[in-house]
């Protein structure tokens, strides 16, 4: 068996929540909402051969809200909402053309 070479993995933090405006805490739901809809998306365009979208419980990076890092590029996405997901699809993009 052959192992995948990925040109990126992104790791979401699913247990990361952020302080909302009225003081509550976010919805833990919202960072695996994020991680299961750029997985599906990035899976679908590019296959699991060159793209992962991993949900890990914790990057230690607590302090700053939903967060999630791509490998190998050490690339780091912070501070993410519910709408961010576009963005991190673009993020994937920018890896999968040829001279990135
Ligand atoms: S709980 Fe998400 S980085 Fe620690």
């Known amino acids: 068996m052959s192992t995948p ?17 009225n ?6 739901e919202i960072a695996k909402n994020i ?3 750029v997985k599906t998306e ?6 699991r051969d060159n793209v992962r979208v991993s949900a890990v ?7 700053h809200g ?8 050490n690339e ?11 963005d991190l699809l673009n993020w994937i993009d920018s890896k999968m053309t040829p001279n990135s």
């Not at 990035?42 to 296959?47: L, M, T």
């Not at 780091?76 to 576009?86: F, G, I, Q, S, V």
């Open 57 to 63: 419980n914790c990057l230690g990076t607590c302090e």
């Open 76 to 86: 780091w996405k912070l501070n993410l909402r519910e709408h961010d997901a576009p």
């Open 23 to 28: 003081g509550n805490e976010s919805n833990p």
């Open 35 to 37: 991680r299961s809809t």
């Open 42 to 47: 990035a899976v679908k365009k590019y296959g």
């Open 66 to 73: 939903i967060s999630a890092v791509m490998y190998p590029q």
């Open 5 to 21: 070479k990925l040109k990126c993995h992104v790791f979401v933090c699913t247990s990361c929540t952020y302080k909302e405006f």
